[in-house]
């Protein structure tokens, strides 16, 4: 089993920047592939970063450009970088891993741009 931890979330102004953090533990040995994910009232949740144990990155075209992903695996940890947030950023963003076949899921967090 695999326990997600996040943080960073929190307020911050259109064109502002976040860094999520979250940090990974339990059988952190057998995670592959890794992501974040948002959802927003009335809405699915989906994707907006996700990379692989080879570092292959994927971004949708609403977020390219301006968010960024990437890992520490020393520490156990992947990170989201958000530059020139938008209003429509907000959401509760969750990371989400690949471990053994299996999904596991922080308990998010929310990330609202608002001036």
């Known amino acids: 089993q695999v326990q997600l931890v996040e943080s960073g979330g929190g307020l911050v102004q259109p064109g502002g920047s976040l860094r999520l953090s979250c940090v990974a533990s339990?059988?952190?040995?057998?995670?592959?592939?890794m992501g974040w994910y948002r959802q927003a009232p009335g809405n699915q949740r989906e994707p907006v970063a996700t990379?692989?144990?080879?570092?292959?990155?994927n971004y949708p075209d609403s977020v390219k450009g301006r968010f960024a992903i990437s890992r520490d695996n020393a520490k156990s940890t992947v990170y989201l970088q958000m530059n020139s947030l938008k209003p429509e950023d907000t959401a509760v963003y969750y990371c989400s891993v690949v471990a053994a076949s299996r999904r596991a899921w922080g308990q998010g967090t929310q990330v609202t741009v608002s001036s």
């Open positions: 339990g059988s952190i040995s057998s995670i592959r592939e």
């Open positions: 990379i692989s144990g080879r570092n292959t990155t």
